[in-house]
């Protein structure tokens, strides 16, 4: 039997309003076979409109771009054929953790489940009924694509030969970079607020857990993190995501069950465990925190300035200093030292710093580590916390070359590879499989 289509990409993947109401389009035409799998002009019209705006104006329809997404979707059934020939799985767990964590992103993004709901049409049971065969498909496609795009490599002489395509005048000028590892310092909260917030939560825990006090209107009045306005709801997540104090406090319950007061470096939580599924658990959490007039910052300071002393006047190793005495978790297990969350790249450019980072970094030598500085600490939930930086290495502005872009002029050869083999690599499938367009296409084979 033939199965339509479901644009799962355009419903919740590119979620808005307009797009999760259209699964209920008539079916107006068949214009492709791949198999025993149907594309529908309505699905290829969808997703062109969906294309025209994420692009907000900048590409005009064209019967090119009508043609490209038709062969989007044929490519996607050559993979799911592909998938099910070298007996690919997607387990059911997989599943309900992908569609579980993309509806929390959306209930999140519209404010409250009945939001969502409303956006669809339908309650979320229902969502997750429709879309979960939907969901398998995708992530089956995407496991083959994967499997095939992890094996292609790229050698040096390959990066060389990509290299030298590339016109002396078309190089790119690469910004000036710095290279930085930092010890953080989290103010601690003077002994009688951090007393005092403890009580509180403990007070507050009571009501819930004693006097039969609502978790979720508790946690929206008291809550103190982004979470409260949604009754304190944490989506589904690895415990390996989750700072281990509340990882394990939260690990140790039963769905329903209300943990103790758990102090983690965001301050004090109540948590209640919803559900758990393999390694992966959902939670509602209220959080309290010190108030920041009620931290301790010279403490912090003093800790620095004799971590810097240490290492500037007794030789005393940085990076050492770093996985011993940061309270940056991230980054003090590889001795302090900063990344580029996006690429995963040391080299940070210099522009691109938080303001009070550049200016930190802006007046240091390479070699040089400043003095102790306040700064906005994302890890710890956006408090304030000091840092001392250490400027491991500078690069000026320069035309891109081997010698110092190896790795980003490496990066850039191997995608290109990848595209080349993945094309030709696509174009074998199709021989294995039977497409039949019922639309004059472009692509579509001279004898078809």
């Known amino acids: 039997m033939f199965r339509r289509f479901r644009p799962v990409l355009l419903a919740l993947l590119f979620p808005t309003l307009a797009s999760a109401q259209s699964t209920g389009q008539v079916v107006d035409q068949v214009v492709a076979i791949v198999n025993s799998n149907v594309v529908l002009k309505s699905d290829v019209d969808a997703r062109v409109t969906q294309v025209m705006q994420q692009q907000q104006g900048r590409l005009p329809f064209s019967e090119r771009l009508w043609y490209d997404m038709l062969e989007t979707f044929v490519d996607f059934y050559v993979l799911i054929e592909k998938g099910k020939i070298d007996s690919v799985v997607v387990t059911d767990a997989e599943v309900n953790l992908a569609l579980d964590q993309r509806i929390n992103q959306m209930i999140q993004q519209y404010g409250s489940e009945a939001a969502v709901e409303q956006a669809f049409g339908r309650s979320l049971v229902q969502v997750k009924a429709e879309y979960r065969d939907q969901f398998r498909e995708d992530m089956l496609a995407e496991r083959v694509r994967g499997t095939f795009r992890e094996k292609v490599r790229i050698t040096r002489p390959e990066v060389e030969i990509f290299f030298n395509t590339i016109p002396t005048d078309s190089l790119p000028t690469m910004p000036e970079t710095v290279e930085l590892a930092h010890i953080v ?28 006090a609502d978790f979720e209107t508790m946690a929206r009045r008291y809550g103190e993190d982004g979470t409260a306005r949604n009754g304190g709801a944490l989506p589904l997540m690895s415990v390996n995501d989750l700072v281990p104090e509340f990882s394990a406090a939260a690990s140790a319950l039963q769905p329903g069950q209300v943990s103790e007061v758990v102090k983690t470096a965001f301050g004090f939580h109540i948590i209640r465990l ?42 005393i190793d940085f990076f050492a200093l770093a996985r011993r005495n940061s309270d940056d978790k991230n980054t003090s297990g590889t001795g302090g030292r900063l990344i580029n969350p996006q690429t995963g790249d040391r080299r940070l450019p210099l522009e691109a710093l938080d303001p009070a980072l550049y200016r930190t970094v802006l007046v240091l030598e390479e070699g040089g580590v400043s003095e102790p500085r306040a700064f906005e600490n994302a890890e710890a939930g956006g408090g304030r916390a000091y840092r001392i930086v250490k400027l491991l290495k500078r690069t000026p502005s320069h035309r891109a070359n081997l010698e110092q872009d190896y790795d980003l002029l490496s990066n850039y050869a191997l995608q290109q590879k990848v595209a080349r083999e993945e094309e030709a690599w696509m174009t074998r499938l199709r021989r294995d499989v039977h497409i039949q367009y019922l639309v004059p296409s472009p692509y579509a084979p001279t004898d078809n």
């Open 274 to 315: 919803n559900r758990r599924v393999g390694d992966q658990i959902e939670t509602n959490h209220i959080l309290f925190r010190v108030r920041q007039t009620e931290l301790d910052d010279q403490v912090a300071i003093d800790r620095l300035a004799a971590i810097r002393d240490s290492t500037l006047n007794r030789g």
């Open 185 to 212: 310092a989290i103010p601690p909260a003077k002994p009688d607020a951090e007393n005092a917030v403890y009580r509180t939560a403990q007070a507050i825990r009571d009501s819930i857990v004693n006097l039969g």
